[in-house]
């Protein structure tokens, strides 16, 4: 280990800073997040330190370089101006009054150097890669934020206000070790996460009442109903990964990609529920069953849905059940099918010169027949996003026409949108259905109606099968 990693209480301390620009203006920031009080030394401060100067009780301005009496009483120095001949005073200054320095980019000046920061107060990570690599610092950053929920932080202040509590209800030792695993393994964290504090106060004392008893408690588990997104696992959210990690077991179907089923925490048991083999298909009611029945076993019940939950997902009837039988759970968003397919095929669902509304429609048939509200579909300036379209696409097309619509009007057809198999083809609503009847598409497709589906030629930067006519 290069140099020692030591957090430093600053809390109405006194830091120096040299310079003026963006370093110092940051590094006066992070003094001050950490509560200390703040000199800066500078013949003016550049505009990074507008947001800085908001706190005038706690940061005053020199407007010269600082002298060895200024630095009588601080605790810290930071020298971080633009000229090196400043820095190397300011590090003169502070070596003599043996304040520990700190200099930007010259790691062979300083006393300490400073770490990437993960703030999650009063949790806080620091990175060090000892002034070798500050980039590599920042790279790792982004991992570990990735990982920690932005709530984390209350995890830590929600625990910590139990701390004595459970101190004096727990005597041993290792009894307070196994309670608190058992609690920040939980449903407690999931509940504070979540920003239900009250009803994660409540689960604590219960919790805290059976150990201290010496009760084994069995728990409810709880359902996380996720949006995966349309394929590209990158597209998976920050949350929705997190749950995945955490999951004990996994529902999912057709629509969610091996990609994205590699991203469940190894362990967990995989159920699927789409098509069996059979072609017996697990019916809501068959799945809305089994989610409730694991939750009570007390499971954590990952439900992974292609898309986005909540639209053509029938998400909302799987929790309604959920609810009903008064089991715990969080719905995740995810990128629907339309705007993942959209975005990786080069095509803006609203444009200023050609669409101001977008209509996102299903053309899933009831007994055969495609039931649109074709006169809403056929108004100009809009585009349509049509789900589970492919198998009517030639009626759809023609029930465009049929209600008005040039049949010259623009389709795009996005098949396996935003995989490594993604195909688009373009055609208009006279051609569509043999255009794509020809590329032999394999589904799950989407159809795009409208103009916008001109600015593809131009804005499609996805190379993948790009069948334009
Ligand atoms: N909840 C999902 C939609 C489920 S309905 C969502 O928000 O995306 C299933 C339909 O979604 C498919 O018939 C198809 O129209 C569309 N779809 C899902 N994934 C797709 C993909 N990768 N490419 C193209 N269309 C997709």
């Given at each position: 280990m290069?140099q020692?990693?030591?957090f ?28 200390a ?5 500078a ?5 990074d330190?507008e ?6 009780d706690?940061i ?14 601080v ?7 633009g ?6 005073a ?28 993960v ?6 990570i620091?990175i060090s890669?000892a002034?070798t ?6 790279m790792?950053?982004a991992?570990?934020?990735?990982m ?8 830590a202040?929600f625990v910590?206000?139990?701390?004595r ?6 005597k041993?030792?290792?009894g ?9 393994e939980?449903p ?10 009250a ?20 728990r ?12 590209d696992?990158d597209l ?6 997190r ?10 179907d057709?629509l ?12 967990a048991?995989r ?5 069996l ?6 019916s ?10 694991l ?6 019940v990952?439900?992974?849905k ?12 799987e929790?309604?059940?959920l609810?009903g ?10 990128v ?5 397919c ?16 977008c ?14 509200d074709?006169t ?22 023609r ?15 996005v ?11 373009i ?16 589904g799950?497709?989407i ?9 593809h030629e131009?804005?499609?930067?996805n190379a ?6």
């Open positions: 290069d020692l990693p030591v430093f209480d600053l809390k109405d301390r006194w830091v120096a800073v040299i310079g003026g620009g963006p370093q110092a203006a940051r590094r006066a920031e992070l003094a001050l997040r950490a509560g009080r703040v000199r800066v030394f013949a003016t401060l550049g505009g330190f947001t800085v100067i908001r706190h005038p706690r005053a301005h020199v407007p010269r370089l600082p002298a060895a009496a200024d630095l009588e009483g605790t810290l120095v930071f020298c971080a101006d000229d090196k001949a400043c820095n190397a300011g590090r003169d200054l502070a070596k003599a009054a043996r304040i520990p320095c700190n200099v930007v980019d010259t790691p062979e000046w300083c006393d300490f150097t400073m770490p990437s920061i703030d999650r107060s009063p949790v806080v620091a890669t002034g690599s500050p980039i590599l610092g920042r790792i950053k991992r570990i934020e990735t920690l929920p932005a709530a984390y932080g209350r995890i202040q910590g206000r139990f701390r509590k459970v101190t004096v209800a727990i041993s030792f290792d307070r070790r196994h309670f608190w695993e058992r609690i920040l939980g407690v964290v999931d509940r504070v996460l979540a920003g239900r504090d009803e994660a106060a409540a689960e604590f004392e219960v919790e805290l009442a059976a150990a201290a008893a010496g009760i084994a408690r069995s409810t588990g709880e359902v996380y109903l996720v949006g995966a997104g349309p394929g696992p998976v959210t920050f949350k929705a990964l749950l995945m990690q955490r999951a004990d077991v996994v529902l999912y057709r969610v990609g091996d990609g994205i089923l590699g991203l469940v925490r190894r362990e048991e159920i699927y529920v789409g098509k083999p059979t072609e017996h298909t697990a809501q009611d068959e799945i809305g069953a089994m989610l409730v029945r939750a009570q076993e007390g499971k954590r990952l439900r992974l292609g898309g986005d939950p909540f639209l053509f997902g029938r998400g909302g009837e929790i309604e059940r609810a039988a008064g089991i715990p759970f969080q719905v995740v968003p995810g629907t099918a339309a705007l993942g959209a975005a990786y095929a080069g095509i803006p669902l609203t444009h200023r010169d050609h669409a101001g509304a209509v996102f429609v299903t053309g899933h048939s009831r007994e055969g027949k495609v039931d649109l074709w809403a579909l056929v108004r100009p300036r809009q585009t349509v996003a049509v789900y589970m379209g492919l198998s009517h696409l030639a009626e759809i097309a029930g465009f026409v049929d209600h008005g619509a040039d049949p010259a009007l623009p389709v795009a057809v098949d396996g949108g935003t995989r490594p198999e993604q195909q688009v083809v055609g208009n609503l006279a051609d569509i259905a043999q255009r794509s009847e020809a590329a032999a598409l394999k799950p497709a159809l795009i109606v409208g103009t916008v589906v001109r600015l131009t804005l499609g930067w993948t099968g790009s069948q334009t006519s």
